[in-house]
């Protein structure tokens, strides 16, 4: 009875109802409830400029019940698995085919034996056999694998844009699937952490995360000329695409009306209207290149917002010695050295990274080198 005389406005506004746009700021209806493990709920946090805010609390799983992932690592050289951003010579987005494998091979990176089959390793089961390996993770399908978001409600600009590197945090997908920035690349790790063709793949967590504006990726693949397609999400040039981690939202590359995004920032945002809101908002956009996420985050994100129950990974309490994309592992040998895996792992960067010479590592630890290598996961000679 009560509910004939409330206006569906007002509904919305008491969440009995869920809007069918999502908003420019995240609320908790934004999330596809196919990704969360709990309904999503408003929380205090504060915020990295120590301020008190109220945040968004999204608990996700390894993945969305409603998506289909992969291919990442083709099994020959005969096959096409997903895309890598190859950014040595002859930078650039390429599908893994045997034109792009072979190209590698050419430039000292030889990913695949004499019968074309290609080196893959699963990074969850398994570490590298060869100097050159595409990885492939397994999903942890666990039930108690979740990772929980927090968003600020109401963005805040920061005094200065944070620039996002390797792996930064970016923000959440609509769809309850993560967003970071460049995965690591082969020039510092020697391995491929292969891309499916809609620009995703599994942490060592086990658990699927975006590493590209998902739902316009195939405007990338048509600009830079690469022969792929993303099959397993629609795609559309102005749909909201998720949410940055300061709280304001991600769009595809053009505007609601269809077109290009004007004065755009260096972060790849601005003030400008959008569907479903009243009046003009701060939001980002999607480039036409790769990837095409921002380059940085204009607002202030939350502390500590971003946590796995995973054992291994981005968010996991083992972070440092297990982030993404095939970095090696340092807390296994570090333990067994009796040494903080940190110390383990700036004593190989400081001795030129994953070509450094046990021997100094050795010796800048005070360790012995006989100790080291027994330590450290197995290389080829
Ligand atoms: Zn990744
Ligand atoms: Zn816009």
């Known amino acids: 009875m009560l509910h004939r005389t409330l206006s569906v406005a ?19 209806h934004s999330i596809a409830d196919t ?8 929380v205090d946090c504060t915020l990295e400029n120590g301020a008190a805010a109220k945040c968004a609390a ?23 698995g997903g895309v890598w951003d190859w950014d040595g010579e002859n930078a650039g987005l390429y599908r893994i085919d045997r034109a792009y494998l072979e190209m590698l091979s050419e430039l000292g990176y030889t990913f695949f034996n004499n019968n074309g089959e290609v080196n893959v390793f699963d990074i969850r089961v398994e570490g590298p056999e060869e100097d050159h390996e595409c990885i492939a993770g397994s999903l942890d399908t666990s039930a108690d694998m979740s990772i929980t978001a927090l968003i600020p409600v109401t963005p805040r600009k920061a005094e200065t844009p944070t620039p996002l590197g390797t792996v930064a945090k970016v923000g959440m997908g609509l769809d ?76 595809g590359s053009r505007e609601a009306d269809g077109t290009l995004p004007v004065g755009l920032d260096e972060c790849g945002g601005h003030i400008g209207p959008v569907a479903g809101q009243d009046g003009e908002v701060y939001h980002y956009h999607a480039s036409e290149s790769f990837p095409n996420l921002p380059t940085c985050l204009v607002g202030v994100v939350a502390q500590d917002n971003f946590s796995t129950t995973a054992a291994q990974g981005i968010g996991s309490a083992n972070e440092p010695g297990g982030p993404s994309g095939g970095r090696p592992d340092f807390s296994r040998p570090a333990e067994a050295l009796g040494i903080e895996a940190s110390e383990l792992m700036n004593a190989i ?14 010796e800048r630890l005070g360790i012995s080198e006989d100790a080291l290598k027994a330590a450290m996961p197995r290389r080829r000679p």
């Open 176 to 251: 309850g699937v993560p967003v970071f920035a460049d995965a690591p690349s082969v020039l510092d790790t020697g391995h491929m952490p292969a891309l499916d063709t809609c620009g995703g793949h599994v942490d060592p967590g086990g658990w699927y995360h975006w590493h590209a504006t998902a739902t316009d990726i195939n405007t990338v693949f048509e600009n830079e000329n690469v022969d792929a397609t993303c099959a397993n999400v629609g795609q559309d040039q102005t749909a909201q695409f998720g949410y940055a981690f300061d709280g304001f939202a991600l769009f």
């Open 349 to 362: 960067r400081a001795e030129g990274g994953r070509d450094a010479d046990l021997g100094k590592v050795a």
């Open 58 to 80: 999204y608990t996700v799983k390894f993945l969305p019940e409603t998506l289909d992932i992969g291919p990442f690592c083709p099994a020959t050289l005969d096959e096409a």
């Open 10 to 28: 007002t509904l919305i506004a008491s969440g009995c109802l869920t809007p069918l746009v999502a908003y420019a700021h995240p609320d908790a």
């Open 35 to 42: 990704a969360l493990t709990q309904p999503a709920e408003i």
